[in-house]
């Protein structure tokens, strides 16, 4: 008959077991996304977004470019998420209420309804209309990426955790598959 002092050694062990899998899995498969802590991201600098991308994300060409400068990223990259975020509609509104070019979750409208820990998740983000300015939603959204990769030191990871809650990896990759389809 095993103890309680037994089995929470066997879980503990367990779990142990698990992460460090994962770990291991995702380790593996990361390494080309890495970023130094000291420079903002070692992702290829080019000073203009892709010649490729549609007219819908070319209109914002310098509001990108400029964007890229300031947080020194790559501008394809943020190309890339503008064209899966709202293909380039700043007015886009998702049904989950995520708003503009790269669809942050605001604190109010629908987004207001979402609780964590007994109080809106979002109740520190910037309104609907401010994100509705795409100079101000591409700047925050860009923040929080940056903060992300510095956090996780990986643009998957970064991506993942900027992403759709539920999405999984399949929402970074998707972005970085966009990524190197427009380089």
């Known amino acids: ?21 994962r770990l291991s899995f995702f380790t593996a498969s990361a390494h080309a996304n890495r970023i130094d802590s000291e420079t903002a991201v070692s ?5 203009v977004i892709s010649a490729k991308f549609p007219a819908s994300i070319q209109r914002w060409k310098t509001l990108i470019e400029m964007t890229a400068k300031k947080y020194n990223l790559d501008p394809n990259l943020i190309a890339s998420l503008i064209l899966i975020e709202s293909a380039g ?26 609780l964590c820990m ?3 998740c979002f109740h520190n983000r910037p309104t609907k209309e401010e ?13 929080l990426l940056i903060n992300l990769l510095h956090q996780y030191g990986d643009l998957r990871d970064a991506l993942f955790h900027y992403g759709p809650i539920n999405a999984g990896f ?14």
Do not use: C, W
């Open 43 to 47: 992702l290829p600098q080019q000073n």
């Open 131 to 143: 994100l509705l300015e795409p100079e101000f939603n591409l700047d925050y959204g860009i923040e």
């Open 170 to 183: 399949a929402y970074a990759d998707s972005v970085l598959a966009v990524y190197n389809q427009y380089q």
């Open 1 to 21: 008959m095993m103890t309680k002092i037994h089995f929470g050694l066997f879980m503990g062990i367990l779990l142990v077991g698990i992460i460090t899998s």
């Open 89 to 114: 509609d700043p007015q886009a509104i998702s049904s989950s209420g995520a708003v503009g070019l790269i669809q942050i979750m605001p604190r109010d409208g629908i987004a207001a309804s979402f």
């Open 118 to 120: 007994n109080r809106p």
